[in-house]
């Protein structure tokens, strides 16, 4: 059996993962969890640990990489980045490498892919004493679009040089990558920027922040008002995921924040299309596909500037969508993406080497 733990403060998510099954546990961090766990992993006898980090900063250019005691100190560089989420990772991976020394511990990290951006994609114009410090564009989201990557380049139909991947969930977000290498993403510092998302603000004028730190708010609040209560949620003044805007409703102002993220999603879309230079292929990556066939059919139509042509109705073939004919200059795809079974290969792939 392996183990993969994802930080969700004040949560931590846990998955017990084996070839064929996984099961999920979610409990709040507390000091007392350490020892919990520990003891439940002796019992189950674990063959290997993986631990996601949401933010890798310049420290961690490779999305998956086996991880020891001495390089630690890199994820420990990258704390400041994303405290809550990347404090935590630290913490349980310091501990249980500690207590399993004999076993391969894996690191996954959602920035990696965009390590690399082009100056002109990852560089903010601010002062060079900030930029000194760490501050870019640095993504988010990478093992999905690395995924998305990969799958197109298995289908073997022909080569594509300008892809465009679109992650379809409760904070979608979309890459662009040239030849292979992620050259644009949407998401920036943090996943607060980019598009509209289920609690998130998304793109907003900096000047707003100070208006709230002039209007007597502390810093924590209005990180909460942008980050945990914006987007979706905010607009709608309750809980709201992507799945409750995308289908039609009788609701108007449901109707409204549903064509307000259809319209970001196409903006963007539109946006890397012109950074590359036009598009070979544009993959959707959906948690829930059944859902979303409407709003990439609507994105599709979106899109006749482009020599693409659409099917009127998408062709399902070895567990994939396609959404354009057979001789359209631009391919539309659509993947299930099942991030802990995707994960779970990785993990298995890397660390039966080292077992």
């Known amino acids: 059996m392996m183990l993969l733990f994802d930080p969700d403060p004040p949560f931590i998510c846990s998955y017990s993962l084996g070839r064929s099954t996984s099961k999920e546990h979610t409990q709040r961090f507390t000091p007392e969890w350490f020892g919990n766990e520990v003891d439940n992993m002796k019992s189950r006898k674990v063959k290997a640990i993986g631990?996601?980090?949401?933010?890798?900063g310049e420290e961690i250019t490779e999305p998956v990489k086996l991880i020891t005691?001495?390089?630690?100190?890199?994820?420990?560089?990258?704390v400041r980045f994303l405290p809550e989420r990347n404090e935590m990772t630290l913490r349980i991976a310091r501990y249980c490498m500690k207590v399993f020394p004999e076993i391969p511990h894996v690191l996954f990290c959602d920035t990696a892919l965009f390590a690399h951006l082009p100056a002109e994609a990852s560089t903010y114009a601010i002062p060079y004493k900030l930029r000194a410090e760490?501050?870019?564009?640095?993504?988010?989201?990478?093992?999905?679009?690395?995924?998305?990557?990969?799958?197109i380049n298995t289908l073997k139909m022909r080569s594509y040089k300008r892809v465009i991947s679109i992650h379809l969930c409760n904070h979608t977000n979309i890459a662009a990558f040239q030849n292979g290498k992620a050259v644009e993403t949407s998401i920036g510092f943090t996943p607060i920027e980019g598009i509209i998302s289920s609690t998130g603000c998304g793109d907003l004028d900096t000047a707003i922040v100070l208006q709230l730190v002039?209007?007597?708010?502390?810093?924590?609040?209005?990180?909460?008002s942008l980050s945990s209560e914006g987007g979706f949620t905010g607009l709608l003044g309750k809980q709201c995921s992507l799945t409750d805007i995308l289908q039609k409703s009788k609701d108007p102002n449901i109707n409204f924040v549903r064509d307000l993220f259809y319209y970001q999603v196409k903006k963007f879309i539109g946006s890397f299309i012109s950074v590359l230079g036009g598009v070979d292929a544009i993959v959707f990556v959906c948690d829930y596909i059944d859902e979303s066939i409407e709003l990439i059919e609507e994105t599709c139509r979106s899109l006749d500037l482009l020599p693409l042509k659409r099917r009127e109705k998408a062709k399902v073939q070895h567990g994939h969508w396609i959404f354009s004919?057979?001789?359209?200059?631009?391919?539309?795809?659509?993947?299930?993406y099942d991030k802990l079974n995707i994960l779970t290969r990785k993990l298995i792939n890397l660390t039966t080497k080292e077992l």
């Open 51 to 56: 631990y996601i980090l949401h933010h890798g």
């Open 214 to 224: 002039s209007a007597g708010m502390s810093l924590e609040e209005i990180n909460r």
């Open 69 to 78: 005691q001495g390089s630690l100190s890199k994820v420990e560089n990258c």
């Open 325 to 336: 004919e057979k001789d359209s200059e631009v391919d539309v795809f659509c993947f299930k």
């Open 134 to 151: 760490g501050i870019r564009r640095y993504g988010g989201d990478g093992l999905c679009h690395q995924w998305a990557s990969e799958q």
